[in-house]
Each structure stands twice: as structure tokens, then as C-alpha cells.
């Protein structure tokens, strides 16, 4: 459940630099945030993670600034007066231990550790496959051109939906290559012939026909299925059976056969193609939930809270300051640059700190409100749970939460769900009892699968099937939450 572009827009106005910043930082996948802090590390020299060496030359550098052996260099007509004030007393403490507090190591939990490695798959991307098989042909360098502008105008899920004309033309302006539109298509031919089957089909119909010319040899229903596909297109995609029946003369079983060889091929060839090594390809939770003998137990990813630290030479180099009774006016323009990097690093920490607690307190709440569903994995126990309830149970704002939501993730023993997945509207009963609207989605999903394949449910039925249960509910809002759930109507449903 997302805020609208509008609202948060509105609800930033509101908020302070700092809050800002700490809603950029909530929107930071745990998967990128490694990034994020390496960028803020190379920045930044006075931060520090763990006990990373020091950069011998910056540190030279600035020790230099602080040598207080040559005394040409000491001001005495004034000019320091700009310095005189500096309070210093909270860059030269100690401060062992600041960290500690908001970090969440579980030792409990050893699986958690952040030198767990997680794998990073190594394809070849769907362009570069093609290319590959490009590189088979016998072409001359303009049909190579023709063919590699065609490869670079699919669509991720192989098909060609540029016009011939247009793609003649990107070739005249953009790489002055003359063609036709009649080599233009030969070539697309000769792309069609590649692996995955199906590729650079113009629509579905050419995709399937693609993929069925290649088996032709492999009996009559092959056969039949390209017939179909030819003069039937329109009733296949309408699941209109009967009328393909009388037209092709065809018996139950030999159209259920035909049916079968039209159900394995793959509508989408350029999805199941190697593809290009990505992040977000991986889900890496935010928390982990266990449950230990019926307590809920919450553990937050370790990689979100790092161990940053200001770094020791830089307040060693504070302490130098303070203890030198020259200050020339290099030095304090020095201890000046080094406060303002120490005051970037406190606020950088204190910004992961922030987002850490704030991670923490919006998955408590929603674990606590949706406890029975964390106990048991059964979708039907999901409460009723909108973004006000979350905001006023923690005290944050709505935005704020709204983000966590749509972009966190929790790893239970029955999965790995977005934390928005746990929001949705309450719906009544006839006993006037409020229930999850997912309740009601996951019942009528139950009902669709258990429905006889040959005569589907119509949206009506369904209706009168959760009235039956309980659930006060209109055909349109059954209708709605089908759609939702991605589910065809009943006519596309039917099957052999």
C-alpha cells in the first residue's frame, strides 16, 4: 500500500533536511546499502569501518598541518580571531563503544553472519546470445549492421514490435547504411531461425508458429496445431473449442492432443534467455523472523548495521590541536576541515543508526499485529492492517512507514514477503467480525483451483460461494480482487 505522488510530495515539504535524508537512506535496499556506505567511506576520510588501514598520505598531509616547529609561519597580527572560539572537547574524546549500542548481532544465529557469501549468477544476457549466434552466419559487413540494429530492437521478451520501415530509417539517419525494407525482412527471417525458438516473432501467433514449424516432424497434432494457429488464431485465444472442433472436424481427444502441443511452447522467448547479472535478482531480507517455542524472535540483516567509526587519527590529530600552544592560521584552517569531515561522519552514523531503529519499530509493530499469521503461515490470520495503524502504534509518520514497506523484505520459516504484503483493507462478515481483504483473496484463490477446469466459475458463483462463507461481498469487488490476483475469467479459464 503505497502512498500517492502527490501526498508524499506534500509530506516531504513538511520535513527537515535530516528527515529527508533519512527517508532517502529507508529506501536503500539492504542489497545496495554496502554501496552506499563504500561511497560515503571513499568521501570521507575521518569515517571508518572496522580497522581499515589508514591513507598513509592524507594522514602525512595533515600532520604536517599541525608541526608546530616552524614558527614563521605563527600569526601574530590577529588574523586567527576567526579561530578563537573553537570548542573542540567533543573531538577529542574517546568514544569506545558508540557503535555498539545499535548494533544487532545475534549470536543465537550464526547462519546471520555478515561474512555469509551470497552467489552472484554469471549469464550471458539475451543481446549477447543473439549476437553470438549472429556471428555464425555468412554476412558482409552491411547485412551484419542490418542484423545487429534488428537484435538491439527487440523487446526483453524476444519479440520485434518495430515497424520494418522504422527500422530502415534508424539505419539511414543514425548509422548511414542504405537498405530495404525486402532485406530488412530476410534477415529477420534468418534472426527467427535462432535460439530461443520464437524470437523476432512480430505478435503471439508468429511466435507460436515459429516454435512449431521447428518440431513439423514430430507427428500429426504438430501439424494440426500450425492449421489451427493459421485459420483459427481468434478462437484459440478466446478458448472457443467447440467452433475449432466443427471447422477442423476433430474428435475430443484429437483436439485435446493438438491443445497440448500449443500449451508447451513458450509465449515469451526472450524471458527464459540468460539475462544480465542483477542485484535485484536476489532478495536479501531486511529482518528474519524465528519462531523459538511460540515467541516471536526479530533479527535485523547484520549487513544494516556496519561498524563505522570515527576514525582514531583524525581525533589524534584534534588532540595535537588542543595540546599545541602555536595555532598558525594553517593549522586552523586544518582543524577546521577535519571538524567538518568528523561532523559528516557523526551525522553519516547517526543517519544508519536512525534507519536501523527505524527498520526495527515499524517490522515490531507489524509483527506484533500480524503475530498469528508469523505463528502460523496461514494467509486466512492476516488482520486487517493499513499504513495509519503501523504510523500510530510507532509514532512515525506515514510516509516514513509507507516507505519501509514497499521496500523491505522479512525471511520466515514459510518464506520471504515485502513487507507491504501484509496490508490490505478489512472487509465485514455477517457476524460483523472485520477480516483481511487478503483473507477473502486467498479464499477465493482456493476456490478457483479447486474448480472443475471444464466448467470454470464464473464471477457470479464465486460471489454466491463467498456469501455462503460469510463474507459480505459484491460480484465487482469478486471481479476486482481476481484481477488482482491475476486470474482470467472464467471463459479463459476453461480447459479440455
Known amino acids: 500500500m503505497a502512498l500517492s505522488q502527490g501526498l508524499q510530495q506534500k509530506l516531504l515539504q513538511k520535513l527537515s533536511p535530516q528527515q529527508i535524508q533519512l527517508m532517502k537512506l529507508l529506501q536503500v535496499p539492504t542489497a545496495y546499502l554496502e554501496d552506499r556506505i563504500k561511497e560515503e567511506l571513499e568521501e570521507n576520510p575521518a569515517l571508518e569501518m572496522e580497522e581499515n588501514d589508514h591513507e598513509e598520505g592524507m594522514e602525512a598531509e595533515l600532520t604536517d598541518e599541525f608541526d608546530t616547529s616552524n614558527e614563521e609561519d605563527f600569526e601574530k597580527d590577529g588574523s586567527e580571531d576567526e579561530y578563537e572560539n573553537l570548542d573542540l572537547s567533543e573531538y577529542v574524546a574517546d568514544e569506545d563503544g558508540e557503535i555498539a549500542d545499535y548494533k544487532m548481532k545475534d549470536e543465537n544465529y550464526p547462519e546471520l553472519d555478515d561474512g555469509k557469501i551470497i552467489p552472484i549468477k554469471s549469464e550471458t544476457s539475451f543481446y549477447e546470445l543473439l549476437v553470438q549466434q549472429l556471428g555464425l552466419l555468412h554476412l558482409d559487413n552491411q547485412q551484419y549492421n542490418i542484423a545487429e540494429q534488428i537484435i538491439g530492437s527487440l523487446d526483453d521478451d524476444g519479440y520485434l514490435r518495430r515497424e520494418i520501415s522504422s527500422i530502415v530509417d534508424d539505419l539511414a539517419f543514425r548509422q548511414n547504411i542504405i537498405t530495404s525494407e525486402k532485406e530488412v525482412e530476410s534477415l529477420i527471417k534468418k534472426i527467427q531461425q535462432f535460439d530461443p525458438p520464437g524470437v523476432a516473432a512480430r505478435n503471439l501467433q508468429e511466435c507460436l508458429l515459429l516454435q512449431l514449424e521447428r518440431k513439423k516432424n514430430e507427428g500429426k497434432s504438430v501439424t494440426l496445431a500450425i492449421e489451427i494457429l493459421k485459420k483459427y488464431f481468434d478462437e484459440f485465444t478466446k478458448k472457443h473449442y467447440e467452433k475449432i472442433q466443427r471447422g477442423m472436424n476433430l ?130 490470520n492476516l488482520k486487517p492492517m493499513i499504513l495509519k495503524d503501523i504510523a500510530e502504534k510507532t ?79 459484491a460480484r465487482r469487488t469478486v471481479a476486482k480482487y481476481r484481477e488482482q490476483l491475476n486470474i482470467p475469467v472464467a471463459r479463459l479459464r476453461k480447459q479440455l
Open 395 to 473: 509514532g512515525l509518520d506515514i510516509s516514513t512507514v509507507s516507505r519501509v514497506a514497499n521496500s523491505k523484505f522479512v525471511q520466515t520459516e514459510f518464506g520471504t514477503y515485502r513487507l507491504k504484503y501484509f496490508f490490505s483493507e478489512s472487509l465485514s462478515t455477517d457476524s460483523g467480525e472485520e477480516v483481511s481483504t487478503r483473507e477473502v483473496k486467498k479464499i477465493l484463490s482456493d476456490l478457483i483451483e479447486d474448480e472443475d477446469k471444464r466448467k470454470p466459475l464464473s464471477d457470479e458463483l464465486l460471489t454466491d460461494m463467498l456469501n455462503q462463507k460469510g463474507y459480505n461481498i
Open 251 to 380: 474428435t475430443d481427444e484429437a483436439l485435446k492432443e493438438v491443445m497440448q502441443q500449443i500449451i508447451k511452447l513458450n509465449p515469451k522467448p526472450g524471458g527464459d534467455a540468460g539475462e544480465t547479472n542483477k542485484v535485484d535478482s536476489y532478495i536479501i531480507p531486511d529482518f528474519f523472523i524465528f519462531n523459538n517455542a511460540g515467541r516471536l524472535e526479530l533479527s535485523l540483516n547484520n549487513k544494516n548495521a556496519p561498524d563505522l567509526r570515527i576514525s582514531d587519527t583524525f581525533r589524534e590529530m584534534m588532540r595535537e590541536y588542543e595540546r599545541g600552544s602555536k595555532k598558525d592560521k594553517r593549522q586552523k584552517e586544518a582543524v577546521l576541515f577535519i571538524k567538518q569531515k568528523i561532523d559528516a561522519a557523526k551525522w553519516f552514523i547517526d543517519m544508519i543508526k536512525q534507519r536501523q531503529q527505524t527498520l526495527v519499530v515499524t517490522m515490531e509493530a507489524i509483527m506484533d499485529h500480524q503475530k498469528e499469521f508469523f505463528l502460523t503461515g496461514d494467509e486466512t
